[in-house]
């Protein structure tokens, strides 16, 4: 089992960056490809990117891609999302995400069903 904890959440002005960071714990961590996602109020989650255990391997929504950069350093057990050019819209709880590598061959990356183990979330606020 695998214990995940994010940070780096908060309060920004649109056009601006934060970086949240998604620390593990319990298991080794290149066994699991990670992934975040995120939930607005009143919304379902949905996904916003990923990337395989090696980290060689990225993944983005579309509403993501060029702002968003996924990362991972695995000698830190840990998982990165830096957000740049942030929007109102962008406001969510943020959640990371493992896939256990092992269990399973195929990973439904955008499946938020398909992840093994979730952080609590970080609050994302982006004013306009």
């Known amino acids: 089992q695998v214990q995940l904890v994010e940070s780096g959440g908060g309060l920004v002005q649109a056009g601006g960056s934060l970086r949240l960071s998604c620390a593990t714990s319990g298991r080794t961590f290149s066994d699991y490809h990670m992934g975040w996602f995120r939930q607005a109020p009143g919304k379902e989650r949905e996904f916003a990117a990923a990337?395989?255990?090696?980290?060689?391997?990225?993944y983005y929504s579309e509403s993501v891609t060029g702002r968003f950069t996924i990362s991972r350093d695995n000698a830190k057990n840990t998982v990165y999302l830096q957000m740049n050019s942030l929007k109102p819209e962008d406001t969510a709880i943020y959640y990371c995400a493992a896939f256990d590598r092992r269990t399973r061959s195929t990973w439904y990356k955008d499946s938020p069903n398909a992840y093994d183990y979730w952080g609590q979330g970080a609050q994302v606020t982006v004013s306009s």
């Open positions: 990337i395989s255990w090696s980290g060689v391997f990225t």
